[in-house]
């Protein structure tokens, strides 16, 4: 499977904020020239946690925000099972539930699946 295109130009100060920003960058690597040398580059992994370590010298600040980003975890259908949880638990007839009351019925719920 063929890695997706890499987008055009993106403007870093406005896109990563503080994250990405040009302090402690060298006049000859910005963050700005990270970003087009990888934009410009091949260079790609099935492997992309260690595709962005073994790219860290080359590309610094660009690496760390890709494993910033990277460390953010996906989220489950656990999730959505719990606030449907919720939304049958805390119904009209059980408005008088305290927050304790709701927590520990969706933990006891939660054992189940």
């Known amino acids: 499977m063929e890695p997706a295109a890499k987008r055009s130009r993106i403007d870093v100060n406005d896109f990563f ?37 073994q790219k860290a010298a080359v590309w610094p600040k660009l ?8 460390a953010i975890p996906a989220t489950e259908t656990s ?13 009209d007839r059980r408005t008088q539930l305290s927050a304790d009351a709701v927590d520990n019925l969706l933990f006891v719920h939660g054992l189940k699946l």
């Open 63 to 70: 690496s760390s925000v890709a494993r910033t980003i990277l």
């Open 17 to 53: 904020g503080d994250l990405f920003s040009a302090g402690g960058a060298t006049a000859d690597v910005t963050p700005q020239h990270e970003l087009d040398t990888y934009m410009a580059s091949s260079d790609t992994s099935d492997k992309i946690l260690d595709f962005w370590r």
């Open 79 to 91: 999730s959505e099972r719990v606030f449907s949880m919720a939304g049958r638990t805390v119904e």
